[in-house]
């Protein structure tokens, strides 16, 4: 299995772009798809410059509805690719960031929904095997306040977001199992119990944003989420990968607590044979 970062907020491989969003390549023995697009057409211009062929990709998969995460997307409509695309059907629904100077949408470009792959889904699915989406997290342990100023548009009102949008790719390949969750809205802890509860196991690799990014300092209760997080992830049987919405300082915190089980994403990085 070959995995590629092509975009994340943080700079790597020099001459690669790096933007607030998140986009991998992962290449398997039947598959070359995309887990998440970035927020633009960055993720296609980093992807030339390593030599990546994005004509070939047969498979994106949107771990939920924002742009930061489905804004490639039309770039790759528009350079000619027509991939399988799966996402949940309720990534379509209007999402807005409410932000101090107002309500900021933050949604996917509607254009995506004319695809001719698109598949909404309404939950988990097997793909083939070697692919599955997971669906469906309903704990809230770990959950971050960062997610109280998203929300879901419903006429002229805006809702707490619930996040039954985000799903989580899970890639099988010689006895291994990558599980990447996107922002991971839901709480890593609760996704990862969603996981052991369908398949008895840990995943041995995951690639997931933790979304404990703030503007600002974390208060004592913030801080207590993230490093019982850590010192949960840290009991498991998995190599952990993070970044976008994770923050730096989240990172730092984490990784004081989890070491070498947790590594730090970045633009053009190639994780270690998988």
Known sequence: ????????????????????????????????LLADTGASNALLENAALLGIDLSRVDTVFLSHGHYDHAGGLPSLIGAGLSPVLLMQKSAALPYYGMDPEGPRYIGIDRSILSLPGLRALEGSFDYDGELSVLAGFPGRRGFSASNRRLTRKEGDLFVQDDFTHEQALI???????????GCAHNGILNILDRYRGEYGADPDLVISGFHFMKAGPYTP???????????????????????????????????NVMGEKLQALHSGLELPVF
């Open 171 to 181: 890639v099988r390949e010689n006895g291994k199992t990558l599980l990447f969750s």
């Open 1 to 32: 299995m070959r995995i590629v970062c092509l975009i994340e907020n943080n700079p790597g491989r020099p001459g690669c772009r790096f933007e607030h969003g998140l986009g991998l390549y992962i290449e398997t023995e039947r598959h070359r």
């Open 221 to 255: 209760e913030e801080e207590e989420t993230i490093l019982k997080t850590a010192e949960e992830l840290r009991g498991m049987d998995t190599l952990f990968y993070t970044g976008h919405c994770t923050s730096l300082p989240a990172f730092a915190l984490m990784k």
